[in-house]
């Protein structure tokens, strides 16, 4: 339990910590429990927009949704989407590379990209029926996250421990975490829509193996903004492959 508070904790801003007291060495952990935290963030971003659509247009409800989200989350993983792309934008080597994302200043190719991932997650949200939209939310959410947790068990590490951001480097997942991991980001698949609608998982699935062998090539290894960035581009493709399903069946 402490293990999935400490998920929390790190991947949300809810204030946990005040009441509940988490030994430092969890955190090398946390990345076993990133889908479960998905099911809290889903739920509140699918209950926003599922309660501002009784009130509001939908597209104003999507913009709702996604903004309780970003509240909820403090930007995290956006933040790390930006720096992914000024990084590998921006960079030639992989020492450049890791200098520009580690800067926190941020410059045109993040720019962009939020641009893009926040144009294109709320289009696709917004075109879907309400109840859908919600669905897919709850699904992919920590559908993603499950997959993209995969990296730290296929990748080093490419930064020294002591230049980490948060000065965390994540311990890979032993067998029964995987299991742990892959149950919470796959039950909403499987609970929430009918089976002709579980080949959508297999797109964020061939990204996250072009997103690794393209991290092996430039880097060597993952850092925790490319940890963020593979979760927000994963959760767009996912939402893409659903939808493509949706309309198929």
Known sequence: MKKI?????????????????IPGDLYKNLVAYWSAAG????????????LSAQVFPENVAVILALTGRLLLTGGLHEDGLADFFDGFGGGRTKEQILAIM????IGSY????????F???????A???LHQACITILIADPGAKFISSLIIN???YARKVEESKVQVVYTPMSGLELLFSMGFGILPLILLTRPGNWGAIGAPLLFFLFFVRY??????????DCCGALFLLNELIFILALTFFYQWN
């Open 5 to 21: 508070i400490a998920a929390l904790i790190f991947f949300t801003r809810l204030p946990l910590y005040k009441w509940i007291e």
């Open 39 to 50: 099911w809290i963030t889903a739920a509140v971003t699918a209950g926003i927009l599922w």
């Open 102 to 105: 580690k800067d926190s200043h």
């Open 110 to 117: 993040g720019v962009i990209s939020l641009i893009l991932y």
């Open 119 to 125: 144009g294109l997650w709320f289009a696709l949200i």
């Open 127 to 129: 075109a879907l029926p």
């Open 154 to 156: 296929r990748l080093p």
């Open 215 to 224: 991290l092996r090539k430039k880097t060597g290894g993952y850092t925790g």
